[in-house]
């Protein structure tokens, strides 16, 4: 679902939010566009169950855009996933507002380069994207995945900390790999347990 596109000007905010839902394509992993009509037409869920999927959307993004402009962030665009438990619950199933699911820019500048006609500074997963495809990658069949070196793995870590510490407003602490198959084994344990 996105909630910010391309209006007059590259990257202007529409008046209102737009929600255009997606669903997993029938052969492989990426998301479909699909229309709410073909949703409903299709049985996908039924007509109330979309209300409810909207007002939930629409209320995660109100609260994700709130918590981004206390962080000087604007929430441009994000995804939802949901789900529905047997006895017909609907829940939100995956993470929400992570660089991996949404789309941040910075709130200082903003403006500037809007007026500027310059591409914005976010935080998000789109720079390894980027880098993906500019390497000879997009993910189709038979493609090899390029080798990233320690360099620019250590880029990929220092944006995404990066947006960690301004979404959450606080440090980012770089555990202990001194010992990580141990930690692993000893969270799946623990996991397990309960």
Not at 4 to 21: G, M, Q, S, Y
Not at 34 to 53: H, Q, T
Not at 105 to 122: A, I, L, M, P, S
Request: with cysteine.
């Amino acid at each position: 679902m996105w909630l910010w596109a391309i209006c007059v000007n590259l990257f202007d905010k529409f008046p209102i939010p737009i929600i255009t839902p997606t669903t997993k394509a029938d052969n492989g992993f990426h998301d479909e566009d699909i229309s709410r009509e073909a949703i409903l037409a299709k049985g996908i869920v039924s007509e109330e169950d979309y209300l409810v999927l909207e007002k939930y959307t629409r209320a995660l993004y109100q609260r994700g855009t709130e918590i981004a402009a206390s962080r000087g962030l604007i929430l441009v665009d994000t995804k939802y996933e949901f789900g529905k438990t047997k006895d017909g619950q609907i829940v939100l199933i995956d993470e929400i507002h992570t660089p991996d699911s949404s789309r941040y820019f910075y709130v200082e500048g903003y403006q500037d380069r809007q007026d500027q006609n310059e591409e914005q500074k976010q935080l998000s997963k789109e720079f390894v994207r980027r880098w993906l495809i500019e390497n000879g990658f997009q993910g189709k069949e038979g493609q090899q995945i390029p080798e990233m070196t320690d360099a620019y793995i250590e880029t990929v870590s220092e944006r995404y900390i990066e947006l960690f510490e301004n979404i959450l407003g606080e440090k980012f602490v770089k555990a202990d790999i001194s010992n990580i198959h141990e930690r692993i084994e000893h969270n799946v344990l623990n996991f397990l347990s309960k």
